[in-house]
């Protein structure tokens, strides 16, 4: 983590020079006082009392302005890292590849973006310096104290392996308790995410209910380890302090008795009932500290092992950039599955040739959508290979293959933002003038003109204001508008009407004349042009041809085919 420290060493550096002085001076001020009682005060000098007096005054101004500055420093730099630490835990997440994002609830990784990179930041920026500050002064204030008289230093530090017990005590509860602090936030923050995301569900079946009690349930958890964790510092901190006023009256008796008999000076004794108090301050700090580590460690291990995950799909060190595409793709012997020993494609093996649509039909749960996620590398094959324009699309780059990869996926995800940045969002240089054709092409142009503000119009999160059919346009429209080589269409108009549908397939149909298309279709009617079309079912292409061919050989085809036709002639 100190990687993230590293580009500001020099305010570092600053804040430690800062902390240095404060903690000299700290030391100095008590030797002081015990200057003017000794000498000044016990001699009736006033000149000298009032060089004393001065001292004391620059000490505490210089004091002042240290601390001021170590405090501006270290808030400089820990907003610094938290920002950067975030900017590097994003880029990283949006690396991942699906099969990562699919695993993890959107929540759980918003909590460590968020909440875990926090309390990292307090240790990393605050931490460091408040450790080695206040050790250093520890250590001074032991050194000063063994040379002012050390057998009364040494009665003092009787208490010290009391302290030393109850820390050890503490920090195995600790960090087992600030551990489930950190688990449970995630948790809590994860349900909230999802609750908000299913808001609808949850209304439209009226489960506000049973949705709160689940909540209560995490919300509770969460509060339960807060408190568990929060209790331990109650009587930790409160021991610690009681120590510390125990060393005040060993230090009031033995050295009292000292001053009684002569063998010490009054203003040693002040000196040392300063110190006695100052020693215990940085040691109250420091295991307050220690919560904050236990919680940052807690944090941090999540953050770390976020920023360790190996990307699944990751480019090979030798992978090349992907020349023009063609676009002829082929799937060799290709099996796949999510998970171990659950296949989900088996033995695919098909051609498309560059510039040809190929279609895909069959039952819900087949497999389409997985045989086209694979050609946009989403996910890796588990045997055999994925060949485009020859080239395995494990030995190029992954940005360079999608970037010339077009793809409307079967739930179109749409920006906050205007209609024009989403569909931008595949061009982001275009002008609003190709914005306009692209939309014109995938009929975005129908509804968007009616609108006041036309494409300018704001659309909420997740298109929250428009049509699932509107929102599958404005997918459609962004595909166009990023020209892509290879075009990828998921039930992309499953929730258009026909006619606006059998309109856009006009327009693809020009558009794509000289491109491959992956067309996967629910109704038959948009698709009996296709080039070839594949009946998927159960993970195997099981029917391939033109229509007509495909109709004539009476099978799985045919079937679905006459069903829907049947259907629409009702
Ligand atoms: N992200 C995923 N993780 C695990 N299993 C999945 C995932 N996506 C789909 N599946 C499973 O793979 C099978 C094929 O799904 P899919 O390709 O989406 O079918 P289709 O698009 O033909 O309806 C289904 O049994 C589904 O449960
Ligand atoms: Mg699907």
Same mark, same amino acid.
């Given at each position: ?12 550096? $600053? ?20 200057? &003017? ?25 210089? =004091? ?19 920002? +950067? ?30 909440? +875990? ?41 009787? /208490? ?42 949850? *209304? ?37 302090? !009681?120590? $510390? ?6 230090? =009031? ?27 215990? #301050?940085?040691? *109250? ?37 992907? @020349?023009?595409?063609?676009?002829? /793709? ?10 171990? +020993?659950? @296949?989900? #494609? ?7 040739? &560059? ?42 780059? *992954?940005?360079?293959?999608? &970037? ?5 996926? *079967? ?35 129908? !509804?968007?003109?009616? #609108?006041? =503000? ?72 948009? /698709? ?31 079937? =679905? ?10």
């Amino acid at each position: 983590m100190l990687v993230f420290i590293r580009p500001y060493a020099w305010r570092m550096l $600053g804040a430690f020079f800062a902390m240095l002085l404060a903690s000299g001076l700290t030391l100095a001020t008590p030797y002081l006082v015990k200057l &003017a009682i000794d000498g000044p005060i016990a001699n009736g000098d006033y000149a000298a009392l009032d060089e004393v007096a001065l001292l004391m005054l620059g000490a505490f101004v210089c =004091l002042y302005a240290a601390s001021m500055a170590q405090r501006y420093l270290l808030s400089w730099v820990g907003q610094r890292v938290l920002a +950067d630490l975030r900017a590097a835990l994003f880029r990283h997440i949006q690396a991942l590849p699906l099969a990562y994002h699919d695993q993890h609830i959107i929540g759980v990784t918003i909590s460590r973006v968020i909440s +875990d990179v926090g309390v990292i930041n307090q240790l990393l920026s605050q931490g460091l310096i408040t450790l080695t500050g206040d050790s250093l002064l520890l250590a001074g204030i032991v050194l000063v104290m063994l040379s002012l008289n050390w057998q009364l230093a040494l009665i003092t530090f009787a /208490i010290i392996p009391l302290i030393v017990l109850a820390t050890a005590l503490f920090a195995r509860r600790a960090k087992r308790a600030f551990r489930k602090t950190r688990a449970r936030n995630a948790h809590m923050i994860g349900d909230l995410a999802e609750n908000l995301s299913g808001i609808r569900v949850i *209304q439209a079946f009226a489960n506000e209910d049973s949705t709160s009690e689940k909540f209560d349930e995490v919300n509770q958890a969460n509060r339960d380890a807060h408190i568990e964790a929060m209790s331990l510092s109650f009587v930790f901190l409160p021991t610690v302090e !009681f120590l $510390g006023v125990a060393a005040t009256a060993i230090v =009031l008796l033995f050295g009292g008795l000292g001053v009684v008999e002569g063998s010490l000076t009054l203003g040693t004794v002040i000196a040392f009932l300063a110190y006695v108090n100052r020693f215990f #301050l940085p040691v *109250q700090e420091l295991s307050q500290l220690y919560a904050t580590m236990q919680t940052a460690m807690a944090g941090g291990e999540r953050v770390i092992n976020l920023l360790h995950t190996e990307p699944a799909i990751s480019d090979k060190t030798d992978a090349r950039q992907m @020349p023009p595409i063609e676009g002829r /793709i082929d799937f060799q012997q290709v099996q796949f599955s999510y998970r171990q +020993d659950e @296949p989900v #494609l088996r033995d695919i093996d098909l051609s498309i040739p &560059a510039g040809t649509m190929v279609a895909l039909v069959g039952p819900t749960g087949a497999g389409k959508t997985s045989l086209a996620n694979l050609v946009a590398r989403f996910y890796d094959v588990n045997g055999g290979s994925l060949q485009i324009d020859g080239l395995d699309v494990r030995d190029v780059q *992954q940005r360079s293959l999608r &970037a010339q990869m077009g793809l409307v996926s *079967q739930d179109p995800f749409i920006f906050a933002g205007s209609i024009a940045d989403n569909i931008r969002f595949g061009k982001p240089a275009a002008g609003l003038d190709e914005v306009i054709a692209a939309g014109d092409l995938a009929n975005v142009g129908e !509804f968007v003109n009616d #609108l006041p =503000l036309g494409y300018n119009t704001e659309i909420f999160e997740d298109g929250a204001n428009l049509s699932v059919g509107q929102r599958q346009l404005i997918s459609i429209a962004r595909a166009i508008l990023a020209d892509p080589r290879i075009l990828i269409m998921d039930e992309a108009t499953s929730s258009v009407d026909m006619v606006t549908e059998a309109l856009i397939q006009d327009a693809l149909r020009k558009l794509l004349a000289q491109r491959t298309s992956i067309v996967i279709a629910h109704r038959l009617s948009t /698709i009996t042009t296709a080039d070839i079309i594949c009946v998927v079912d159960e993970g195997c292409i099981c029917e391939m041809g033109a229509h007509q061919e495909l109709l004539a050989r009476r099978g799985m085809y045919y079937e =679905l085919y006459q069903r829907q036709f049947v259907e629409v002639s009702d």
